[in-house]
């Protein structure tokens, strides 16, 4: 079975400028989530899908990010203006029905704000 | 904050030897995962254990849970280079999911 991908690996923006990532689920994972790893710290939930709908996005920055879930499939993390504490790695992750406690990890996207 | 804190930051040990982190979560938890991730790359899981249990193996993985403590422990018995990595403890409180701030094991050769 093919595991989460996400594109593009790397990108370099300066301050103010507009990004994207895209994930793309396992199939058939009902539970998306994005999080956001800083250099050195744990990765931190920025928002989580059930579907196409969301369930939890209590630590995410809505004054610049936004995500959407486009017919419970693919989804897109936008940072818009970014600031130089965006730097860092975008982690994907989803979950299946079966055992929705244990999620599966994308590669991640590494953000260079500069 | 981080609702999951793990010690030590890092660790470093040689080969066959026993490998031991710790993680200490703030509020009460449904279960507690471990996860790896090797440099560069996302997250493995390894390992979940419910609030209900004390212990669990897995391989060469040994979990323990101390709920009145609020810590667990993740043990890798017969460490192997291999084994480098950095591992994250996840709380799941039923409502949301917090990873603690890892623990960077190196296994010498």
């Known amino acids: 079975e093919a595991g989460v991908a996400q594109s593009p690996r790397y990108k370099i923006i300066e301050k103010r400028q507009s990004v994207a990532f895209w994930c793309n689920p396992i199939?058939?994972?009902?539970?998306l989530y994005w999080y956001q790893q800083i250099l050195g710290q744990g990765p931190k939930l920025l928002i989580q899908?059930?579907?196409?709908?969301?369930?939890?996005d209590s630590q995410l920055p809505k004054d610049r990010f936004s995500a959407e879930r486009l017919k419970g499939v693919d989804s897109t993390l936008k940072i818009q203006p970014a600031k130089l504490e965006d730097s860092a790695v975008y982690l994907c992750?989803?979950?299946?029905?079966?055992?929705?406690?244990?999620?599966?990890f994308g590669p991640g996207t590494r953000l260079l704000v500069l | 904050s981080q609702q999951g804190e793990e010690d030590p930051q890092a660790l470093s040990i040689q080969e066959g030897e026993n490998a031991t982190m710790n993680c200490s979560y703030k509020?009460?938890?449904?279960?507690l995962q471990w996860y790896r991730q090797n440099s560069g790359r996302g997250l493995v899981h390894l390992i979940l254990?419910?609030?209900?249990?004390r212990e669990k193996h897995s391989g060469r993985l040994r979990v323990t849970l101390d709920t009145s403590k609020k810590s667990s422990s993740l043990l890798i018995t017969a460490s192997r280079a291999a084994d480098t990595a950095s591992y994250f403890c996840?709380?799941?409180?039923?409502?949301?999911?917090?990873f603690g701030t890892g623990t960077s094991l190196t296994v010498i050769p």
């Open positions: 899908f059930q579907n196409n709908g969301v369930v939890d």
């Open positions: 509020t009460s938890i449904n279960n």
């Open positions: 254990i419910r609030s209900n249990e």
């Open positions: 199939s058939g994972h009902a539970t």
């Open positions: 996840g709380s799941n409180t039923g409502n949301q999911f917090y």
């Open positions: 992750a989803s979950s299946p029905r079966t055992s929705p406690q244990t999620q599966y």
